[in-house]
DNA sequence: CGGTCCCTTGACAGCCGTCAACTACCGTGG
DNA sequence: CCACGGTAGTTGACGGCTGTCAAGGGACCG
């Protein structure tokens, strides 16, 4: 793979606007500095931490999370490959909430400094990394209207729309497939449902056709049908094909 | 009084960090140019527009909001007096959603071009707004939990608790009590509830003396027990008691 | 081959939604 | 003055979506 576009950040970035050859440079230097390594379930930052680093995830899905006293859980947001941890995170003192891995993931720690050299230096990153924010900030949104309107088969079907296209984003679904390395637990705990009801959505969804799901392989048939299911309305996750367009040197 | 620090933003962001004479100026001047009004049930922004200014909250509550196609509708958070309608959203397109007033609203509405200037000039207020973005950020995410988790009594408690305390932030308390100009139905699209259960759920509140509500008058006669009932954990808002000891010069 | 994790299934219960009707309150207008 | 309509709040009956409990099966692994 062409490693000016290997990132996953770089390519997730272009869905808004093009970067000059030293932007993705700029980006791909920070993304291969300081590279880790965790395996599945590990927290990468943990509520009540102080933030010093800016996380960006290369490989692996790891989740946003908030326990209860009682310990019910949950996930607030996924985290995939080219998805930053919180940009300007470390204005606050500490950590509101927990980021944990599902999978083994890769992750670059950014340090602080670095950070800040490149929104003085590079306005073209800082501003698509601010329309990065927004896009999130649109998800978590979206996700409030799906916890208290959509029913769970809605909701299912919308959180599966809403992974897919963000992996096609970052080029990491083939066809009409893409991994889903997510336990139904896992999904329960995104969705605000149980395990059990999860199981049961899942089959419905299966048994209509709208999805396939075989171990960890995602399968949209039939992607506007699965859409009309959820109600799912793309806009909100601001692909604009607009800026995608300028000359990157303007 | 003093019209230095009547302007609610900028009693806000003082609980982050402390802002000069100067800086409290340019917010109280931003605060009074273009200064619209609107009636309760009106829209400041909708689904599809292209936001052009930034709107401040002067005064009167307004709440930004999402409809489904089949009239659903869900309230995404409370937009209360001293709060920006989203710092950069001009970055975006368009919106996906719709801020409306929920009481008479008086607002600024800040031009794009102000807003880049003082970003430029003002670097305390930048930080400051950062802040301020990444608690309203933090907020979304305490609603994620509280409708995945929190069921209908904890969720209602929860909310008068973060309300009460984002009241006191601006200095719009009075004791243990505070204004909440919300119907019940408001409520119902906030908590993802029918009406009919946000009226047992408040009458239980009410019943075990977590609660009164007369009117548009919330009282909260003790508030840790009401946060015990609702597991709420104040660290979500940020008051970050921190910042506001430094000089503002430094 | 036993253990663990994950998925699956059935029975049952409960939280919460829907439907419908009723009350209270308020401003308007006849 | 009272009639009227509209909004908001309240209550009861009923049903369904979803949670809980419990048990079993399959896959993988030490």
Redesign the interface.
């Known amino acids: 793979m062409d490693p000016l576009t290997s990132n996953p950040l770089i390519l997730k970035l272009e869905q808004f606007t093009k970067l000059s050859a030293e932007d993705k440079q700029v980006l791909n230097h920070v993304a291969s500095e300081g590279v880790r390594q965790i395996g599945p379930r590990g927290d990468i930052i943990r509520e009540g931490d102080r933030p010093q680093t800016l996380n960006l995830i290369l490989s692996g899905w790891a989740c946003?999370y908030?326990h209860?006293?009682?310990g019910?859980?949950?996930i607030?947001s996924f985290i995939l490959p080219g998805d930053l941890c919180?940009s300007?995170?470390f204005?606050?003192?500490?950590m509101?909430?927990s980021i944990g891995s599902l999978t083994p993931v890769t992750f670059a720690q950014i340090p602080r400094r670095r950070v800040e050299e490149i929104t003085l230096k590079y306005p073209r990153i800082t501003?698509a990394l601010?329309?990065d924010?927004?896009v999130s900030?649109?998800i978590?949104?979206?996700?409030?209207?799906s916890?208290?309107?959509?029913d769970a088969l809605e909701r299912m079907a919308h959180l599966m729309c809403e992974i897919f296209l963000r992996l096609r984003g970052v080029g990491m679904t083939d066809g009409d497939s893409c991994d889903l390395p997510l336990t139904q637990a896992g999904l329960a705990?995104?969705?605000?449902l149980s395990v059990v009801h999860v199981n049961r959505t899942l089959q419905e969804l299966r048994a209509t056709k709208l999805i396939a799901l075989k171990g960890r392989t995602l399968t949209i048939p039939d992607l506007r049908a699965l859409q009309d299911a959820a109600?799912f309305n793309p806009?909100?996750l601001?692909f604009?094909a607009?800026g995608r367009h300028l000359d990157a040197n303007e």
């Open positions: 946003r908030k209860l006293e009682d019910r859980r949950q607030i919180d300007h995170l204005i606050l003192r500490q509101d909430h501003q601010s329309w924010t927004l900030a649109a978590q949104r979206e996700w409030i209207v916890l208290g309107q959509r705990d995104a969705m605000g109600q806009n909100y601001h604009e607009e």
